[in-house]
C-alpha cells in the first residue's frame, strides 16, 4: 500500500454507544485521529457498519461475524475491565466478577484469534495485551499490587526493553518510563507459546510488561496506557507510528 493509504483500524470497546464511546474511547481516537487513521467501533452490543456498506451484528454472545476483519487494516484491543479466568482454565483468583464482561470477553478473544491467524496488524493495550496473549493459549495473573493508579494522580516505572525485539528497536531506547493503571498482567510462566517477552517492569523484572508475535509481522501488546500520550514521554509516539505504518503496509 502506498503511504498516503489512510487505514482503517478496528476498535474494541465494552460498548457501541456513542455516549459510552465518547467517554471511555475518547483517548483511543483522539490518536487514531491525530495520525489521519479510519476507525469504527467493535463492540459486542452494536452493529458495525463497513466502507463497502455491509453490516455485521453481534450474535447472542457478543460475537461479531469474522468477515467483519476482512476490510479492516488493523485491530486495537483497548484496556478496560477483566478477562474471565475461565478462557485460561482457572477458578477466579482475584480477577473482579462486577468487572468482568462475558461477551466483551467473547468479542474480543475470538476477534483476536482470528486477526492473529491472518497476520493482521493487532496493538493490545492493558487489557488488550491480556486478551491478546489468552486468545493465543496463554494465562495471567489475576491481581497484584503496586500497578494501579488513579487517573487523576498517575504514578510510573520503568519498562526494560529487550535487546532484540521489536520495541527496543521502535523506540530507540533500553528503558522507557510508563504509567500504570493495571491490577492483572503477565508474568513469563503465564506467556503463550506464540509470543516473546518484549519489556519487562524494573526493577525486579518479574512482570512481562510488553509481548510481541513470534509468527506475525506486526502483532504487540503493552501493559501501559500509551494512548494517554498527554502524559508521557514523546517516545511513546513511536509505538503508533510503528502499528499505522504496519497497517498501511510499511516496513
Excluded at 135 to 157: L, N, V, W
Aim: charged residues 25%; aromatic residues 8%; hydrophobic residues 40%.
Amino acid at each position: 500500500m502506498p503511504p498516503s493509504h489512510k487505514p482503517l483500524i478496528g476498535l474494541t470497546a465494552r460498548r457501541g454507544g456513542a455516549a459510552w464511546t465518547s467517554k471511555n474511547t475518547r483517548h483511543y481516537i483522539d490518536v487514531l485521529n491525530g495520525y489521519g487513521a479510519d476507525w469504527v467501533i467493535l463492540s459486542p452490543d452494536t452493529p458495525v457498519t463497513l466502507p463497502d456498506g455491509a453490516v455485521y451484528t453481534p450474535d447472542e454472545r457478543g460475537r461479531l461475524p469474522l468477515v467483519a476483519l476482512d476490510q479492516l487494516d488493523g485491530l486495537l484491543l483497548t484496556g478496560g475491565g477483566d478477562v474471565d479466568p475461565r478462557y485460561f482454565g482457572a477458578p477466579l483468583a482475584g480477577a473482579n466478577p462486577k468487572a468482568i464482561d462475558p461477551r466483551r470477553d467473547e468479542l474480543e478473544l475470538n476477534l483476536t484469534r482470528h486477526a492473529l491467524d491472518l497476520d493482521l496488524p493487532v496493538f493490545g493495550i492493558c487489557r488488550g495485551c491480556q486478551v491478546m496473549n489468552v486468545a493465543a493459549g496463554g494465562g495471567m495473573i489475576q491481581d497484584f499490587d503496586g500497578h494501579r493508579s488513579p487517573k487523576e494522580e498517575p504514578f510510573y516505572h520503568d519498562v526494560i526493553f529487550d535487546s532484540g525485539s521489536r520495541l527496543r528497536r521502535t523506540v530507540g531506547r533500553e528503558a522507557l518510563a510508563v504509567n500504570t493503571y493495571h491490577h492483572q498482567g503477565l508474568d513469563r510462566a503465564s506467556l503463550a507459546p506464540g509470543f516473546s517477552v518484549a519489556g519487562v517492569a524494573d526493577p525486579d523484572g518479574w512482570l512481562v510488561e510488553a509481548i510481541e508475535g513470534r509468527h506475525q509481522a506486526w502483532a504487540v501488546g503493552v501493559q501501559w496506557h500509551p494512548e494517554r500520550l498527554f502524559e508521557l514521554d514523546d517516545a511513546h509516539r513511536r509505538l503508533w507510528e510503528s502499528f499505522l505504518d504496519a497497517c498501511r503496509g510499511i516496513g
